[in-house]
């Protein structure tokens, strides 16, 4: 394997005389952006309480068609200051009124109960304990360790994260593409990865993040054995890999 590839400066030569059309990418800085939600806030467990789960989803359905409390009030023929309090969690609102919520709002009555019943599910996986599966760079010699999996949760998005690790065995496979985002951590060797036309060399430490839905996967396999962390994460109910 033709080790003469120069870190962020292109190919060498003799490299280029064979796969012209191969250039290493430049590492990319990622810029500052503001965060949408503070990461070490702590979630009012007054949440744990029936009125305040019904007000939290009342407020969001509201939100979520764009109309005020004040629109949601005309609608419902229920007073301002009433809706105010049950989006507050203030007042504990009599079926009557949850189901002229919910036609209001177009919304089944029991999803005002959503937050309340649901279960917060945790996944722990001891070392070496992920499960192999099978995907399509399987025959390729690449070995999927899936370390964690949760089917529903409240934010929509499933997140598959694999250790994935090549050998001697394995090939090149740089066609892999779906929906949603993807990250990739190298824990160990070197490789050049490609994500559409660019090529990335990444050892050790180094990170990749990018939209999934370009053609994406490992292009040379520099160092052997190769190790790296891939996470992927999509809307619940589309498709994948």
Known sequence: MDKSVKDGKGVSAAVKA?????????????????????????????????????GHEVRAFRK?????????????????????????????PSLTTLQALSRALGVPLSSFFRRFEEDRNAVFV???????????????????????????????????????TLTEDSDVFPAFQHDGMEFLYMLEGEVVYRHGSNLYRMLPGDSL???????????????????????????????NE
């Open 126 to 164: 001891k070392a070496g304990e992920g499960v192999d599966v099978e995907r399509r760079g399987t025959r390729a010699g690449h070995q999927y360790n899936l370390l964690g999996y949760i089917s529903s949760n409240t934010a929509g998005v499933t997140v598959e994260p694999y250790l994935i």
């Open 64 to 92: 979520k068609l764009g109309i005020t409390v004040a629109d949601l009030a005309a609608t419902t023929n229920i007073s301002l200051g009433m809706l105010s309090k049950i989006e507050n969690g203030i007042t504990s």
């Open 209 to 239: 993040f990018f939209d999934a839905d370009a053609p994406h996967g490992p292009d040379e396999l520099t160092k052997l054995p190769i190790r790296y962390l891939s996470i992927i994460s999509y809307r619940q109910g589309s498709g």
């Open 18 to 54: 064979t796969k012209e059309s191969k250039k290493i990418s430049s590492p990319t800085h990622a810029k500052a952006s503001p965060l949408h939600q503070d990461p070490h806030a702590v979630r009012d467990t007054r949440e744990k309480v029936l009125e305040v789960a019904i």
